[in-house]
């Protein structure tokens, strides 16, 4: 994915983002990867936490957001994949 869809592909989560949090106040389900040095583990539901809010989604969701997860290119691959490689020590 080159820089401009990258930056294009940000913005429209973080729309997204702000729509879902001024939308909506239930409880979320993270979407991420687990990690073995971290009780934050995929699929673990959590209520008003913004850990990782990117991959937080509602409940009602969760079976599109484990597809985008999965797809390459899609905003929760990436940062998905930017999860992994943050808690691996990159960037």
């Not at 001024?22 to 990867?33: C, D, E, F, L």
């Not at 484990?66 to 899609?74: S, Y």
Request: proline share 4%; glycine share 6%.
């Amino acid at each position: 994915m080159d820089e401009t869809n990258e930056k294009m592909t940000q913005n429209a989560v973080a729309e997204e983002t702000k729509a879902v949090e001024n939308a909506y106040t239930g409880p979320v389900i993270y979407v991420g990867p687990s990690f073995r040095n971290s009780r934050l583990n995929h699929c673990m539901i959590f209520s008003e936490i913004p850990v990782l809010k990117h991959l937080f989604v509602k409940p009602a969701e969760l079976n599109d957001a484990l597809r985008a997860v999965a797809k390459k290119g899609t905003a929760l691959n990436t940062f998905y994949q930017k999860a992994i490689r943050n808690n691996k020590g990159g960037n």
